[in-house]
């Protein structure tokens, strides 16, 4: 069932330029809003021809896009417990390279929180998977909601995208809130040692599609 969600409107708009800890730069445009649902400080970073001020009219190629889930640790700090800090550099240079967004949710592990992650962090080290963590600490496996994302889409003009992500869960959700998912692209798989058995689990409990081959 599709079920269109509140509008939200654009609320500021402004020219970023990012360079990342491996040096790599890039200029883009950061988006707020106004009348998300859940009431948080959710941004999308338009990459490549996107970040040029939005303009009427004029068509352009369906945009890549990919709804990256806020990890402190992994984003900032560069964790090697889970891939989000490669998975997000990853998609600032490809979305750059193909024109698109990047939307940056503020959910934090999987939706419980930080502190909650940490000791879900501190359940995991004592032998349980990230999945099993969450619901022993009260929490479901998986608390995202991509209803925001959704109506930063909309706000956007984006009614169509190609999506970059292993996660069905996100194609599910946004195709749910009426956005045309013209494509799946997946992800680079990003292991390391520190990482494998997490990246294993969300193989197998969240459908995730990925390749956990190790490099030759
Ligand atoms: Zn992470």
Redesign the pocket.
Known sequence: MTLRPPTATIRTQVALPLRFADGFATDVRVFSFDGLVDGREHLAFALGDRSAPLSVGGRRAVPLVRPH?E?L???VFG?Q?????AQLREAVERIGDAGGYVLYLRQE?RGIGLYSKLEAYALQEAGVDTYEANLALGHREDERSYVAAAQMLHALGVSEIALLSNNPDKARQLRSCGVTIVEQVPTGVHVSAANIRYLETKARRGDHMLDLSLPA
């Open positions: 889930s990890c640790t992994g984003d964790s417990r889970c891939d989000c800090g592990g």
